[in-house]
T-cell receptor, first 111, second 113 residues
Framework: DTAVSQTPKYLVTQMGNDKSIKCEQN?????MYWYKQDSKKFLKIMFS???????INETVPNRFSPKSPDKAHLNLHINSLELGDSAVYFC??????????FGQGTRLTVV | GENVEQHPSTLSVQEGDSAVIKCTYS??????FPWYKQELGKRPQLIID?????GEKKDQRIAVTLNKTAKHFSLHITETQPEDSAVYFC????????????FGKGTHLIIQP
């Protein structure tokens, strides 16, 4: 009965590849997010989606693109992967302006 | 944009003692301040939050205080236990919008037996 679930949990891929991470929430929340946690554990927001509209887009490379087929899903596509993209990516959801619930994370390793 | 500073980066306390983690924020429009606990290899989990119209909130051994004028807020954990060992993150947001959370850099709390 997981509230926010993302797949895969681990992703190992070569430089230059394109990959996707999927996220689903069953909480009925309006807003979904993608956060990146780097090797120093610093958590930084990448994207926010509210009712299928991109609300904010932090200064991330345009190789990263969020796609939301519906209110319960927010997938992250990454093109031309680079070594520096290695990190843990967390999906989250919240009612507007309130508590955010995180998925279990996807550890991306680019080799 | 918002900037959140968190101190200390590492905190070691004896089991049973209290722990205090402090954060400051820069954007006076921020009005929602959650605290997350992250155990090794796990997701961040919300442990307590406070809104700007409240000065203090308590939940069992955990309390959060907020000073809007000084733009700082603190997490207090009393009677610490080994299971409190984790990384704790403070965060801030303008709760009226969907602009996400700006996190501090985290505090690694170590409870010594």
């Amino acid at each position: 009965d997981t509230a926010v679930s993302q797949t895969p949990k681990y992703l190992v891929t070569q430089m230059g590849n394109d990959k996707s991470i999927k996220c689903e929430q069953n909480l009925g929340h309006d807003t979904m997010y993608w956060y990146k946690q780097d090797s120093k554990k610093f958590l930084k927001i990448m994207f926010s989606y509210n009712n299928k509209e991109l609300i904010i887009n932090e200064t991330v490379p345009n190789r990263f693109s969020p796609k939301s087929p519906d209110k319960a899903h927010l997938n992250l596509h990454i093109n031309s992967l680079e070594l520096g993209d290695s990190a843990v990516y967390f999906c989250a959801s919240s009612p507007r302006g309130s508590k955010a619930f995180f998925g279990q994370g996807t550890r991306l390793t680019v080799v | 944009g918002e900037n959140v500073e968190q101190h200390p980066s590492t905190l070691s306390v004896q089991e049973g003692d209290s722990a205090v983690i402090k954060c400051t924020y820069s954007d006076s429009a921020s009005n929602y301040f959650p605290w997350y606990k992250q155990e090794l290899g796990k997701r961040p989990q919300l442990i307590i939050d406070i809104r700007s119209n409240v000065g203090e909130k308590k939940d069992q051994r955990i309390a959060v205080t907020l000073n809007k004028t000084a733009k700082h807020f603190s997490l207090h954990i009393t009677e610490t236990q080994p299971e409190d060992s984790a990384v704790y993150f403070c965060a801030a947001s303008n709760g009226g919008g969907a602009d996400g959370l700006t996190f501090g850099k985290g505090t690694h709390l170590i409870i010594q037996p």
